[in-house]
């Protein structure tokens, strides 16, 4: 759907919104195909589910990818914007070490892991900044362009390289560690790359050694690869947070009914409030890239030589003006799990995203960070974006009318919505591990 489509759809959708009946009219997805999912090896799984919540992956070696993507919250880590490096502690508990600060938030709210195994999820990241593309010689087009190493088994696989090399997220700041001297240097794949510094420190542990043998069919004189760190995390990953099996599953599968608040708010989502417009197929998301005029909070993602706090969404990836300010549409399994909301985490209770969702430019006259579940540090700015051009911009964007819901609308979603909860997901089926072959705490 184009972009001036997707406006014109939504006016409409949005002129009036009653509460209904389930009708004939009521479009609803196909049940989801699991023979779409990626077929995941047992023993690569468990090797994965070490590596996930080993530190010895970060520069550092005190920050894992559990550490901003824990079970105990949804798969996100609880807070609107995250502290990597520089941060000590867990969740909404997380605060900035006394040391050794960080340098600054990562400025877009750490998404779900959910279902991403499944052919459908081609695009990751907030902008889509990698995804599937065939014409590549590595099947991928990611920031890295062809210097990127080939032989990532998965674009999800492909994704886990990212935090890794982000100085604020994994790699720890300029010059603290052989890692993030590396990242700086421009050094990743190769002799003295950074992919093969974290490699080298997993090659010397008898337990990780073993179990890479085994799941790579390694011989003797075979080096660990990053791609097969990534390929593991990956297959971990796939296994772990598959969610399929909602209450919403099973009503499309036709082995139970929902109950009715449930039924009114599925009703409202592919019907009178045009949801679906973006939130469609099986996993509610169109994976396309649309402007919502969400409130900017936050340092914003840019360069590090820019001084605004815009995030400019889509358009940092293409260039293209329609692009704008444009984010992709997030799937809402599990999404009452996943709080807080939106890109930058703005809003911790769903209802209150759900109505600045859908009145964004009342949503701006009203913000208060108090929304957020940020810890605030002395040197955060969590207002609103002040600079009013560049909320005008942001807002002209928007190809809908404010249209507020009633609280009726309001709860009957938050049903619907509820009933997308997988509980099997929700906790995981390997769990967090005891310990980790380097030794490292675990976050638990």
Same mark, same amino acid.
């Given at each position: 759907?184009?972009?001036?489509?997707?406006?014109?759809?939504?006016?409409?959708?949005?002129?009036?919104?009653?509460?209904?009946?389930?009708?004939?009219?009521?479009?609803?997805?196909?049940?989801?195909?699991?023979?779409?999912?990626?077929?995941?090896? &047992? /023993? $690569?799984?468990? !090797? +994965?589910?070490?590596? *996930?919540?080993?530190?010895?992956?970060? =520069?550092?070696?005190?920050?894992?990818?559990?550490?901003?993507?824990?079970?105990?919250?949804?798969?996100?880590?609880?807070?609107?914007?995250?502290?990597?490096?520089?941060?000590?502690?867990?969740?909404?508990?997380?605060?900035?070490?006394?040391?050794?600060?960080?340098?600054?938030?990562?400025?877009?709210?750490? &998404? /779900? $892991?959910?279902? !991403? +195994?499944?052919?459908? *999820?081609?695009?990751?990241?907030?902008? =889509?900044?990698?995804?599937?593309?065939?014409?590549?010689?590595?099947?991928?087009?990611?920031?890295?362009?062809?210097?990127?190493?080939?032989?990532?088994?998965?674009?999800?696989?492909?994704?886990?390289?990212?935090?890794?090399?982000?100085?604020?997220?994994?790699?720890?700041?300029?010059?603290?560690?052989?890692?993030?001297?590396?990242?700086?240097? +421009?050094?990743?794949?190769?002799?003295?790359?950074?992919?093969?510094?974290?490699?080298?420190?997993?090659?010397?542990?008898?337990?990780?050694?073993?179990?890479?043998?085994?799941?790579?069919?390694?011989?003797?004189?075979?080096?660990?690869?990053?791609?097969?760190?990534?390929?593991?995390?990956?297959?971990?990953?796939?296994?772990?947070?598959?969610?399929?099996?909602?209450?919403?599953?099973?009503?499309?599968?036709?082995?139970?009914?929902?109950?009715?608040?449930?039924?009114?708010?599925?009703?409202?989502?592919?019907?009178?409030?045009?949801?679906?417009?973006?939130?469609?197929?099986?996993?509610?998301?169109?994976?396309?890239?649309?402007?919502?005029?969400?409130?900017?909070?936050?340092?914003?993602?840019?360069?590090?030589?820019?001084?605004?706090?815009?995030?400019?969404?889509?358009?940092?990836?293409?260039?293209?003006?329609?692009?704008?300010?444009?984010?992709?549409?997030?799937?809402?399994?599990?999404?009452?799990?996943?709080?807080?909301?939106?890109?930058?985490?703005?809003?911790?209770?769903?209802?209150?995203?759900?109505?600045?969702?859908?009145?964004?430019?009342?949503?701006?006259?009203?913000?208060?960070?108090?929304?957020?579940?940020?810890?605030?540090?002395?040197?955060?700015?969590?207002?609103?974006?002040?600079?009013?051009?560049?909320?005008?911009?942001?807002?002209?964007?928007?190809?809908?009318?404010?249209?507020?819901?009633?609280?009726?609308?309001?709860?009957?979603?938050?049903?619907?919505?509820?009933?997308?909860?997988?509980?099997?997901?929700?906790?995981?089926?390997?769990?967090?591990?005891?310990?980790?072959?380097?030794?490292?705490?675990?976050?638990?």
């Amino acid at each position: 759907m184009t972009r001036s489509a997707f406006g014109l759809g939504m006016a409409a959708a949005m002129i009036s919104l009653p509460l209904a009946a389930v009708g004939p009219d009521v479009n609803l997805p196909a049940p989801i195909d699991p023979s779409e999912y990626r077929a995941v090896d &047992p /023993a $690569l799984a468990s !090797l +994965g589910q070490l590596l *996930f919540y080993d530190p010895i992956l970060s =520069g550092n070696r005190n920050i894992s990818c559990g550490t901003c993507h824990h079970p105990n919250f949804g798969t996100g880590d609880g807070v609107s914007l995250s502290l990597g490096e520089g941060g000590v502690g867990l969740g909404p508990d997380r605060v900035a070490s006394t040391d050794n600060r960080p340098e600054e938030r990562i400025p877009r709210h750490a &998404p /779900a $892991l959910f279902n !991403l +195994g499944h052919a459908d *999820f081609t695009t990751l990241f907030h902008d =889509g900044r990698i995804e599937v593309d065939p014409t590549r010689p590595s099947g991928l087009r990611t920031p890295m362009g062809t210097e990127m190493e080939a032989g990532f088994a998965s674009l999800l696989s492909a994704q886990t390289m990212f935090p890794v090399l982000s100085p604020d997220e994994m790699a720890g700041h300029y010059s603290e560690n052989e890692i993030s001297r590396a990242v700086r240097m +421009g050094l990743i794949t190769g002799d003295d790359g950074a992919w093969d510094l974290l490699t080298d420190r997993l090659e010397v542990i008898p337990a990780y050694r073993a179990a890479f043998v085994q799941a790579f069919d390694l011989a003797p004189d075979d080096h660990i690869r990053f791609t097969q760190v990534s390929d593991a995390i990956a297959a971990f990953m796939e296994l772990e947070w598959r969610a399929d099996n909602s209450p919403f599953d099973r009503y499309l599968r036709g082995e139970l009914p929902l109950d009715a608040a449930a039924m009114t708010g599925m009703t409202l989502f592919y019907g009178a409030a045009g949801c679906s417009a973006c939130h469609s197929g099986a996993f509610q998301t169109d994976h396309d890239f649309h402007a919502t005029g969400l409130v900017q909070f936050g340092p914003g993602k840019r360069a590090r030589f820019q001084d605004h706090r815009e995030d400019r969404g889509r358009f940092g990836v293409t260039g293209a003006p329609e692009d704008l300010y444009a984010f992709r549409t997030p799937s809402l399994r599990n999404v009452i799990e996943t709080a807080p909301y939106g890109h930058t985490g703005a809003y911790a209770e769903l209802r209150d995203f759900l109505q600045a969702h859908r009145t964004p430019r009342a949503a701006w006259d009203m913000y208060d960070p108090a929304l957020t579940t940020t810890p605030v540090l002395e040197e955060d700015t969590f207002a609103p974006l002040a600079d009013l051009a560049a909320r005008d911009a942001i807002l002209a964007q928007v190809p809908f009318p404010d249209q507020p819901l009633t609280e009726a609308e309001l709860a009957a979603l938050t049903a619907f919505l509820a009933a997308l909860t997988d509980p099997q997901s929700i906790t995981g089926r390997l769990g967090v591990p005891e310990d980790v072959p380097s030794g490292l705490p675990v976050d638990r």
